[in-house]
């Protein structure tokens, strides 16, 4: 596709409830990046894929959070048992070789009520 | 401390002025340096790179300072259009890390 494509756009859990999140970067691009953004905040990072290789996972806040990339190009993040401090947007970015080219998609907004 | 800081603002400026943000960064390994803007409930977008030589674009002007680890960004000529939250962006072992972001309001 011509951008990132991240679904679904909008997602409501109850309160310990698994979810999955998924991105579908631009055709070509070698890396991947999750970032998680609170309500005034800037994006936090998560993790960071370079092909299915998953490079670095220092961001992410807990064991129930995971991300994969299988086949090193769609990526799912999985948030298990969500709690209210998951609410937030998850935007996840791609890009070719190198920081100039990051590409975001348009986030999944996660409400956990 | 975060490791890239900026002012959250707002900043409230009347349309054709200039403003101005800063934005320091911690880690002295941080390689390459942005600024992206942030409109509201949209995903953040680069606006422009910045390099120790100072460059511009249009009535953006960026300059980089390593030895203070600053960053900063000029508007010239502010338009309504760019009301908006500016992000400071570090690029560090292949990742790049968010400030908090300075939120513009151009007033009419």
């Known amino acids: 596709g011509a951008g990132v494509s991240q679904s679904p756009r909008y997602k409501v859990a109850k309160r310990g409830q698994d979810v999955a999140l998924r991105c579908d970067p631009i055709?070509?691009?070698?890396?991947l990046f999750w970032y998680q953004q609170a309500l005034g905040q800037g994006p936090e990072f998560l993790t960071y894929?370079?092909?299915?290789?998953?490079?670095?996972k220092s961001g992410l806040p807990s064991d129930r959070f995971f991300a994969e990339r299988p086949e090193g190009s769609v990526s799912t993040l999985k948030i298990q048992r969500t709690q209210q401090e998951d609410s937030a947007v998850y935007l996840c970015?791609?890009?070719?070789?190198?920081?100039?080219?990051?590409?975001f998609g348009s986030g999944t907004r996660l409400t956990v009520v | 401390r975060k490791e890239v800081e900026q002012d959250p603002g707002p900043f409230n400026v009347p349309e054709g002025a200039t403003v101005a943000f800063n934005c320091t960064y911690s880690n002295s390994a941080s390689q390459s340096f942005f600024w992206y803007r942030q409109d509201c409930r949209k995903e953040p977008k680069l606006l422009m790179s910045?390099?120790?030589s100072g460059n511009e674009d249009g009535r953006f002007t960026a300059q980089l300072n390593r030895a203070s680890q600053y960053i900063s960004l000029l508007i010239r000529d502010s338009k309504l259009s760019d009301s908006a939250t500016y992000l400071c962006v570090v690029n560090r072992d292949d990742k790049i890390i968010f400030g908090k972001g300075t939120r513009l309001h151009i007033l009419p």
């Open positions: 055709s070509g691009h070698v890396s």
């Open positions: 894929f370079q092909n299915e290789a998953q490079l670095d």
């Open positions: 910045v390099y120790s």
């Open positions: 970015a791609s890009s070719f070789d190198s920081p100039d080219g990051y590409t």
